[in-house]
């Protein structure tokens, strides 16, 4: 399938932002959602964000609504999610995900995840 490289990681002061990037190689997104997730030490994996290659619909957690934006970018074949105003619980490692946009979705292929720590 596609395979998946991230990249944006790091570590911010609580209030400060990050951008991570999920690029594809070998194959396009076309047909494809594609998920951003994340998963904090002792915590299940929840899901953060996701769009819609070709019609760009987006879908977000509600605590991360009005501060992350998840976009595509044909021409790189990458995904972004831009995380504004951050906050020591958003500290987790982030995965970027794909699966065929077909409901409901599936996610069957992942990045090897970065990791976003968030200080007070």
């Known amino acids: 399938q596609v395979q998946l490289v991230e990249s944006g990681g790091g570590l911010v002061q609580a209030g400060g932002s990050l951008r991570l990037s999920c690029a594809a190689s070998?194959?396009?997104?076309?047909?494809?959602?594609i998920g951003w997730f994340r998963q904090a030490p002792g915590k299940e994996r929840e899901f953060v964000a996701e769009?819609?290659?070709?019609?760009?619909?987006?879908e977000y957690l509600d605590s991360v609504k009005g501060r992350f934006t998840i976009s595509r970018d044909f021409v790189k074949n990458t995904v972004y999610l831009q995380m504004n105003s951050l906050k020591p619980e958003d500290t987790a490692v982030y995965y970027c995900?794909?699966?065929?946009?077909?409901?409901?979705?599936?996610?069957?292929?992942w990045g090897q995840g970065t990791q976003v720590t968030v200080s007070s």
């Open positions: 995900a794909a699966g065929v946009a077909t409901y409901p979705y599936k996610y069957d292929g």
């Open positions: 769009i819609t290659w070709i019609g760009g619909n987006t």
């Open positions: 070998g194959r396009t997104f076309s047909g494809y959602v």
